[in-house]
């Protein structure tokens, strides 16, 4: 099946009880699937919770980013033998997306949406200055970056453990 024909397929809504009532198909077009049923609301509300769910289930991250789950397994990749902690208390209400508390080292994910305005570029930053002032050292990835370089840019991280003398 080619992606444009995928949305062709009728999309089938409370399917427990087979075979499905033509009822229950309620169209082809994925946007019908935002209206009607409360349980399928546009409101930004549900929209946002059935995608926390949805990365919840992808991901098993419960409030963390997809953006974050999808670092995780790069993370994991280039520092195999680094026990990470995630969303880990820093300093404050802070925490860290990703940490090695024994170097004080943090990682942050900065996803385009949350972290493009204004207000959270300089609430990013009175952060990271917050954490240095804790003794703690921040490398700060950009969604733009990560999605560039294919996630390569996380390598990185790899290099400044080796320049520790830690085996990342």
Not at 65 to 85: C, M, V, Y
Not at 100 to 115: K, N, Q
Not at 131 to 136: N, R, T
Not at 146 to 162: W, Y
Request: charged fraction near 25%; hydrophobic fraction near 30%.
């Amino acid at each position: 099946m080619t992606n444009e024909n995928f949305w062709q397929r009728p999309t089938i809504i409370n399917s427990e009880d087979p075979p499905f009532p033509e009822s229950r198909l309620i169209s082809n077009r994925p946007s019908d699937l935002m209206s009607g049923s409360p349980m399928f609301s546009s409101s930004p509300h549900n929209v946002e919770k059935r995608l926390r769910a949805l990365e919840a289930a992808v991901f098993g991250q419960g409030n963390d980013s997809t953006l974050e789950g999808i670092a995780d397994h790069h993370l994991k990749q280039f520092t195999p033998s680094t026990q990470w902690q995630k969303q880990h208390p820093v300093c404050g209400n802070y925490k860290a997306d990703f940490a090695l508390p024994e170097i004080r080292l943090a990682v942050e994910i900065d996803g385009h949406p949350y972290h493009s305005t204004v207000e959270q570029i300089e609430k990013d930053k009175i952060r990271d200055r917050d954490f240095l002032m804790a003794g703690w050292h921040t490398m700060r990835f950009s969604s733009t970056e990560l999605n560039r370089t294919g996630f390569e840019c996380l390598s990185q991280v790899a290099d400044c453990l080796k320049t520790m003398g830690m085996e990342p």
